[in-house]
């Protein structure tokens, strides 16, 4: 590959992503905020030409509770803490209230039709791959699911982003012979492993790593994983952190942003950015405004260095090919 990629991955998840840390009667703005930004999100995209893989979680495919009942799988996931099963959650907030907060058909509809967006999984369920109690029955029944509702749409699944960025390597081969060919792994800084035990250690420095510190997101092509013959590990780079009101912080942040990606342009390397659509919830139009100004910056850097947008799926199959 003989020029440098941004590559964005974005974690569509809605009420599915955070039911265990949040009340959804407090939050029922701020998703409807995050269903109003998507097509905007969507808009900004198709202007400066950027590809996208947008790894949803497979239970948004569903139209209302009735589908989610009829969809869940044989094989579920007997985590320890039952707080963490989107099923048992899913079957004690039953109602018309709560059906936006929990599943998208229309959206999911509108970024397959945009040009350069690639829909990937975040699996069925939000599935935890290192809690204890579940297993790769579980797992493998969950994938499963993820993909026929997605070949229903006509979506092929290729690209795949574990839940709280809890990688799991036992559970490649499943990805694997389920067709997927690309997995979003972490960074390799201390602060990114072991992600299901979250550290008061850990998110101090993931935060402060945002705005302070080495400048080691970028990687070139030939530290693509790979992880199996047809299967491709490529890092996070950076979390886009939200508009905080702070005005020294946000500068920072996008500094140390423009840095990486000048960096990755100049030496032909990849930076991966990623964040979830919901982080947009609150303040939607300073974060929108934000992005624009990442994006300007990254069409400075493509037209001065050839720096190229590319989706997970895309940068995958160069990398294979």
């Known amino acids: 590959m003989e020029n440098g990629s941004l590559v964005i991955s974005l974690d569509f998840e809605l009420l599915w ?9 407090k939050k029922i703005d701020y998703f409807e905020n995050t269903r109003q930004l998507i097509p905007s999100l969507l808009q900004v995209f198709e202007k400066y030409k950027i590809h996208c893989t947008w790894a949803t979680v497979g239970m948004l495919f569903n139209s209302n509770w009735d589908d989610w009942n009829a969809n869940i799988p044989a094989n579920l996931p007997n985590y320890k803490n039952q707080n963490l099963s989107a099923y048992t959650y ?25 040009k350069g967006q690639e829909i990937g999984t975040h699996t069925y369920s939000h599935y935890y791959c290192l809690e204890p109690g579940q297993d790769s029955l579980a797992f493998k029944a969950d994938i499963e699911k993820a993909i026929e509702l997605a070949s229903i749409m006509g979506i092929d699944l290729k690209s795949l982003v574990f839940p709280r960025n809890q990688y799991n ?111 947009f ?39 294979i090919e």
């Open 169 to 279: 390597s036992a559970y490649l081969e499943i990805c694997e012979k389920s067709g997927l060919n690309t997995v979003r792994t972490n960074p390799e800084n201390w602060y990114w492993q072991n992600t299901q035990k979250d550290s008061i250690f850990h998110k101090i420095f993931r935060t402060g790593d945002a705005y302070f510190g080495a400048q080691d997101k970028t990687y070139k092509s030939s530290q693509i994983h790979r992880l199996s013959s047809q299967l491709t590990g490529q890092k996070a780079s950076r979390l886009l952190r939200s508009y905080s009101g702070r005005k020294v912080l946000d500068n920072l942040k996008l500094k140390r942003i423009y840095w990486e990606m000048e960096y990755a342009a100049k030496n032909k390397e990849n930076y991966h950015l990623w964040w979830h659509p919901h982080n």
């Open 17 to 25: 992503g955070v039911f265990d840390k949040v009340d959804y009667n």
């Open 281 to 319: 919830g609150n303040n939607p139009l300073q974060n929108l405004e934000e992005l624009k100004l990442i994006l300007d910056y990254y069409c400075i850097l493509r037209d001065k260095y050839g720096f190229k947008s590319r989706s997970m799926g895309e940068l995958a199959m160069e990398y």
């Open 90 to 114: 899913g079957k004690s907030i039953q109602s018309k209230k709560t059906e936006k907060l929990c599943f998208a058909p229309n959206l999911i509809k509108k970024i397959k039709n945009t």
